[in-house]
């Protein structure tokens, strides 16, 4: 019996694929769980629109992927921290604490997404790579600088 997934089902397929399965278990697994419809030619119509729709979002969706990173990139992101006698910083600066200060800036930006190898821990400039969806990364430059009492 050939099915249309709505979901993805694990050996099977993914979500919108036309599929050749068992009648049995088509029948009494994949259809009565909502993970799937038989295949008529008005769902495999329904399927390409579905199919355009989330193309044309995906399509958007890396557009203003592309638009972060394109001003993003080259960003310098000043820091203040209390600072020790000896020049040491009473917190380290991790991938968290960078995050917040780019949100601070107006941008949307996760911890996990930000590459650090080991957290900030003296003043200086200091290089930071932002990974995105579809393999897109930004350079950003990380200043910690004494905080002014």
Known sequence: MKVILLKEVEKVGKMFEIKTVKN?????????????KPATREAIKWVE???????????????????????????????????????????????????????????KVDKKQITLEKPIDAIGEYPVKIKFADNLEADIKIIITEEKE
Not at 24 to 36: M, S
């Open 24 to 36: 049995g278990y088509a029948r009494n697994f994949l259809i009565p769980n909502g993970l799937a």
């Open 49 to 107: 629109m579905q199919r355009e729709i989330l193309e044309k979002k995906a399509e958007e969706e890396l557009k203003k992927v592309q638009e972060t990173v394109s001003k993003i990139d080259g960003l310098e992101v000043l820091i203040s921290v209390k600072i020790g006698e000896e020049n040491q910083l009473f917190e380290k600066i991790t991938a968290q604490k960078i995050a917040e200060k780019i949100k601070e800036l107006g941008y």
